[in-house]
């Protein structure tokens, strides 16, 4: 099993990036995706998540209107569309499969928005 997450990287206030995390070693589109993140020095919160086929989503309420969470189960792939990015969005990004019996994990990107 692999989730290995990317498109971090340094951005400005009001900018925008878009992670994508791609997943193996399991049915991809039998598991919810989520993602979380964690910022330095403070406990991992959940971001958002997305319905195994992908017409149920959520969001943490500080992103809802700025982030948007899709998949590709052709592809295998969770994507998250960041908008408007603040600095209090800088945290390391990890995505998050999940079902009734099992969590996998991703090693994490880092987002930091700064000026």
């Known amino acids: 099993v692999q989730l290995v997450e990317s498109g971090g990287g340094l951005v400005q206030p009001g900018g925008s990036l878009r992670l994508s995390c791609v997943a193996s070693g399991f049915t991809f589109s039998s598991y919810l995706m989520n993602w979380y993140r964690q910022a330095p020095g403070k406990e991992r919160e959940w971001v958002a998540r997305?319905?195994?086929?992908?017409?149920?989503?959520g969001y943490q309420d500080s992103v809802r209107g700025r982030f948007t969470i899709s998949r590709d189960n052709v592809k295998n792939t969770v994507f998250l569309q960041m908008n408007n990015l603040k600095p209090e969005d800088t945290a390391v990004y990890y995505c998050?499969?999940?079902?009734?019996?099992?969590?996998?994990w991703g090693q994490g990107t880092q987002v930091t928005v700064s000026s």
């Open positions: 997305i319905s195994s086929g992908g017409s149920i989503r």
């Open positions: 998050c499969a999940r079902n009734s019996m099992y969590d996998y």
